[in-house]
Each structure stands twice: as C-alpha cells, then as structure tokens.
C-alpha cells in the first residue's frame, strides 16, 4: 500500500478580492460571492477571466443565501473510494530532468516537471467507463547540463483509485498507471497506456 499526503487547503484572500478596482468580482460555482469574507475554500479550481473576474468551481460546494448574505456551504464530502488521482514521485529532486505532459482520453490533465514539489491532482472527471487512455510525452530537460546518469534516479507518476482519508492522506492501494523514466535515459519518450476502471 503506497501513501501520499496532501493538504488540498486552498486560502483566498475573498476580502480582497470582494471589491476591486474596476468592478472585479469573485463568483463561486457561477454564482457572485462579492459579500463572502473569512471563508477558506478546499477542493476548488481557480480562474481568473479576461475582465479580472475571479472564478472558483468546485462540486464541493453550493451557494445558499443567508438573510442578506451569500454564504458558501458544502455540498457533500469527497466520495472516499471513487476518485482517481494523479500523483507524481521523483526520487531525487531534480535529477531525473524528465519533465512529463499527462493526457487522459486526449485531455490534457497536468504538466510534471522534475524539480518541482509533488504533484496530486484529481483526474477523476476525465476518467470514463470502459477502456480509458493515458498519453505521457517525456520530455528531457538538460537545462545547463546533465545533472546524473544513474538509473537509480527516477520521475514516477500513478494513477489509480485513492480514498482520502481522516488525516488527509490519499490512499491508493494499487495504481492503474504507472510509469517511470530515469537520468540514465536521454531521450525524449511518446507513450500509450490503457487501464479499464474496476
């Protein structure tokens, strides 16, 4: 069994956001939470639009009205046993210089790059039943030179079915992908995997 912990809290400065300048807003879900402060968001993708407008979504959340107030609440807990995640490992930070494009069914669903902290990502919404296919472009990234050549240094990632549990660790008791490339390796790599959901 393989653990991975994450802490998934996300803080938005909501009180700074509630009134910028030029009549920027904040909406949660499509729904305006101007008048939302104090309030710390899990689980939730940010975007920030042409205008400046900030946009939180989430399937975490719903908004509800309060009296007068606009007041996010959640909507239901993470499912525990039904998420598939995206999660990085690189033995030796830096070393293996891979960096890897991650494409589920043709989506693109993150970019990992050696060097760089953990990566945990949901990609449950990408996953469908029946045959799913995950794409791995393996880029290597010398920069300003070959930092090892041991295949003992490697980026890893796995995709599999992972509970989060009470203390905020993934779970995930065998992956469905999992791929590796090491420093000893100097090419550049276009793979193909499939995996069905169990």
């Not at 069994?1 to 009134?19: D, E, G, H």
């Not at 309060?66 to 525990?80: D, M």
């Not at 033995?91 to 050696?114: H, I």
């Not at 393996?138 to 796995?158: L, Q, T, V």
């Amino acid at each position: 069994m393989r653990v991975w912990t994450t802490s998934f809290l996300l803080l938005i400065p909501l009180a700074a956001l509630a009134a910028p300048a030029g009549g920027r807003s904040v909406f949660l879900n499509g729904q305006n939470i101007d008048t939302v402060r104090g309030q710390v968001f899990d689980n939730v993708s940010v975007e920030i639009d042409a205008d400046g407008n900030v946009h939180l979504k989430s399937d975490v959340y719903k908004v509800g009205k309060t009296g007068a107030t606009t007041q996010p609440t959640p909507e239901k807990e993470i499912p525990r046993g039904v998420r598939y995640w995206l999660v990085s490992e690189e033995n030796a930070p830096g070393m293996s210089q891979y960096d890897f494009d991650v494409f589920v069914n043709s989506n693109l669903v993150k970019t990992v790059k050696s060097g760089e902290p953990q990566v945990v990502e949901d990609v449950t919404r990408y996953v469908l039943p029946g045959t799913n296919t995950v794409t791995i472009t393996a880029r290597k990234n010398f920069g300003a030179g070959r930092r090892a050549e041991s295949k003992d240094f490697y980026m890893r990632i796995y995709i599999g079915k992972g509970e989060l549990n009470d203390t905020g660790a993934i779970v995930i008791e065998s992956a469905d992908v999992d791929y590796r490339r090491t420093s000893a390796e100097v090419t550049n790599f276009a793979d193909q995997l499939t995996f069905t959901p169990k």
